[in-house]
């Protein structure tokens, strides 16, 4: 079950989009405006609403870190806002100066997609803010970027889903996807792997033939690529003009033009939570918060209304990185890498090692000196000459890593390098995250591969998931 908490009324007209970053939402509408609200306590900020369009605001999307917000308008303009400031940062005309519909910035934020009315479809360097290439298709209302920010889905009026490169290559087209045409789609956001190297994405994308569908779409080491239909979700009677996955793609939401909101569960692909209080009108826009158990929705009577998802918890602790369990006393409540000099001596005692309490207390070794231990370190730094000692002290370590991970630290919240938790997550251009430090490292030695995938990176560039980076932090404070 859900409940609105909040119902915001301060758009003059149809709500067209909405969308979350770590610590705003942003409402855009035919009013012309932007609205920029506290994700918190949703109170709307004093630069708020940005007026800036001059005519409907169609869609709007956050930077990563948050710090920017783009918006795109029937004034043929994308405008990129200071989310500090509430100013214009640019200006962007699209070609022709045709309407635009749709705009989306990639994971990394090194791209931005815009399409208009005409079929023209932009792509931009988001840093310079410079036009890199165009192209004609059909009219455009849906685009995704896949979470390794290298190539994006567009969805048209014709029915059509086309995967592009940033190259304006077209890699597949399905024709069809949905009759009447498409209405919105979205990219889950992991990647996942295959048979024979195989490299999996999940998209979700909905149309006026009613449905909520879900594809797989393959590549392969040869470069090749194909697209599959893994679901079709007939929950809903009308139209359905929204969809989007949870930060880490458990979850699945859409809003559908019979008023309804439906939230499915991503894996097992079951309708868990109805959210009540439907509005007055169609359903137009839907999000995720990315921290916490909100949605957003947006809809035709101008309101957005804001709901916490209170049914299905198990799913919604796993899927957005909350604990409700009361943390247990002494040092089992904290992380490996948060224990003191004392809480590694007492763990020493409890392991039957406590021959080696005196070495480890000289050398001032707390919880994370105690994880990078390494056998090398254990001989020279620690003297310790007994190599059947060293050898079950590191086993006893690794022990402690593996069970981090049972004792309820979720997954996501681990180094898939290091298998530690992450203190300065940033996002890889495989779409992972990773400790920095550790993927820096990955790269200057491992030949630019992508530890998940090990396919080349096509680039470097590293940007900080502060999004992934506030949920530890509320986690650890949960424990």
């Given at each position: 079950?859900?409940?609105?908490?909040?119902?915001?009324?301060?758009?003059?007209?149809?709500?067209?989009?909405?969308?979350?970053?770590?610590?705003?939402?942003?409402?855009?509408?035919?009013?012309?405006?932007?609205?920029?609200?506290?994700?918190?306590?949703?109170?709307e900020?004093?630069f708020?609403?940005?007026?800036?369009?001059?005519?409907s605001v169609?869609?709007?999307?956050?930077?990563?870190?948050?710090?920017?917000?783009?918006?795109?308008s029937?004034d043929?303009?994308?405008?990129?806002?200071?989310?500090?400031?509430?100013?214009?940062?640019?200006?962007?005309?699209?070609?022709?100066?045709?309407?635009?519909?749709?705009?989306?910035?990639?994971?990394?934020?090194?791209?931005?997609?815009?399409?208009?009315?005409?079929g023209?479809?932009a792509?931009?360097?988001?840093?310079?803010?410079?036009?890199?290439?165009?192209?004609?298709?059909?009219?455009?209302?849906?685009?995704?970027?896949?979470?390794?920010?290298?190539?994006?889905?567009?969805?048209?009026?014709?029915?059509?889903?086309?995967?592009?490169?940033?190259?304006?290559?077209?890699?597949l087209?399905?024709?069809?996807?949905?009759?009447?045409?498409?209405?919105?789609?979205?990219f889950?956001?992991?990647?996942?792997?295959?048979?024979?190297?195989?490299?999996?994405?999940?998209?979700?994308?909905?149309?006026?033939?009613?449905?909520?569908?879900?594809?797989?779409?393959?590549k392969?080491?040869?470069?090749?690529?194909?697209?599959?239909?893994?679901?079709?979700?007939?929950?809903?009677?009308?139209?359905?003009?929204?969809?989007?996955?949870?930060s880490?793609?458990?979850?699945?939401?859409?809003?559908?033009?019979?008023?309804?909101?439906k939230?499915?569960?991503?894996?097992?692909i079951?309708?868990?939570?109805?959210v009540?209080?439907?509005?007055?009108?169609?359903?137009?826009?839907?999000?995720?918060?990315?921290?916490?158990?909100l949605?957003?929705?947006?809809?035709?009577?101008?309101?957005?209304?804001?709901?916490?998802?209170?049914?299905?918890?198990?799913?919604?602790?796993?899927?957005?990185?909350?604990?409700?369990?009361?943390?247990?006393?002494?040092?089992?409540?904290?992380?490996?890498?948060?224990?003191?000099?004392?809480?590694?001596?007492?763990?020493?005692?409890?392991?039957?090692?406590?021959?080696?309490?005196?070495?480890?207390?000289?050398?001032?070794?707390?919880?994370?000196?105690?994880?990078?231990l390494?056998?090398?370190?254990?001989?020279?730094?620690?003297?310790?000459?007994?190599?059947?000692?060293?050898?079950?002290?590191?086993?006893?370590?690794?022990?402690?890593?593996?069970?981090?991970?049972?004792?309820?630290?979720?997954?996501?919240f681990?180094?898939?390098?290091?298998?530690?938790?992450?203190?300065?997550?940033?996002?890889?251009?495989?779409?992972?995250?990773?400790?920095?430090?550790?993927?820096?490292?990955?790269?200057?030695?491992?030949?630019?591969?992508?530890?998940?995938?090990?396919?080349?990176?096509?680039?470097?560039?590293?940007?900080?998931?502060?999004t992934?980076?506030?949920?530890?932090?509320?986690?650890?404070?949960?424990?």
């Amino acid at each position: 079950m859900a409940s609105v908490v909040c119902t915001l009324r301060d758009h003059q007209d149809d709500i067209n989009w909405c969308a979350f970053s770590a610590k705003l939402l942003a409402t855009c509408s035919g009013d012309k405006t932007l609205r920029i609200y506290n994700a918190e306590d949703f109170s709307e900020l004093p630069f708020s609403p940005l007026k800036g369009h001059s005519y409907s605001v169609h869609c709007c999307c956050f930077s990563p870190c948050g710090q920017f917000l783009v918006s795109c308008s029937t004034d043929a303009t994308t405008l990129v806002w200071s989310m500090v400031t509430g100013g214009i940062e640019a200006v962007l005309e699209h070609p022709d100066r045709s309407p635009v519909r749709i705009c989306a910035l990639s994971p990394n934020a090194a791209h931005l997609v815009s399409g208009a009315s005409d079929g023209t479809l932009a792509l931009w360097d988001f840093h310079s803010k410079r036009l890199t290439g165009g192209v004609r298709d059909t009219t455009m209302v849906a685009c995704s970027f896949s979470p390794c920010s290298q190539m994006f889905m567009t969805g048209s009026t014709y029915g059509d889903l086309r995967l592009w490169d940033l190259h304006l290559n077209q890699l597949l087209a399905k024709k069809d996807a949905h009759d009447l045409g498409v209405s919105c789609c979205s990219f889950a956001p992991s990647i996942l792997s295959g048979e024979n190297s195989i490299v999996q994405f999940h998209l979700a994308s909905c149309g006026q033939d009613c449905h909520l569908k879900i594809w797989v779409i393959n590549k392969f080491t040869s470069g090749g690529f194909d697209m599959v239909l893994l679901h079709t979700l007939t929950g809903q009677t009308a139209p359905v003009f929204c969809c989007g996955y949870s930060s880490d793609g458990q979850l699945l939401v859409s809003g559908s033009v019979d008023k309804s909101v439906k939230v499915y569960d991503a894996n097992i692909i079951l309708d868990i939570i109805h959210v009540p209080d439907s509005p007055c009108r169609y359903v137009t826009a839907c999000a995720f918060h990315p921290t916490a158990p909100l949605i957003a929705t947006g809809s035709m009577d101008k309101t957005v209304n804001i709901c916490l998802l209170e049914d299905g918890c198990r799913v919604l602790c796993r899927s957005l990185a909350f604990s409700f369990g009361k943390a247990t006393a002494g040092r089992s409540k904290l992380l490996v890498a948060d224990w003191s000099e004392g809480d590694v001596s007492e763990w020493l005692v409890e392991e039957g090692l406590q021959g080696l309490v005196d070495k480890f207390k000289a050398n001032n070794i707390d919880g994370t000196e105690l994880l990078s231990l390494t056998k090398e370190m254990l001989a020279s730094e620690l003297g310790i000459e007994s190599v059947g000692l060293r050898g079950k002290l590191l086993r006893k370590v690794e022990e402690l890593k593996s069970g981090s991970i049972c004792s309820g630290v979720p997954d996501e919240f681990l180094c898939p390098i290091t298998r530690e938790l992450m203190r300065e997550p940033v996002i890889a251009a495989d779409g992972y995250s990773y400790e920095r430090l550790a993927i820096e490292n990955w790269i200057h030695t491992k030949n630019r591969s992508s530890p998940m995938t090990n396919l080349p990176l096509l680039t470097t560039l590293l940007t900080p998931n502060h999004t992934l980076k506030m949920a530890i932090s509320r986690w650890k404070t949960s424990q």
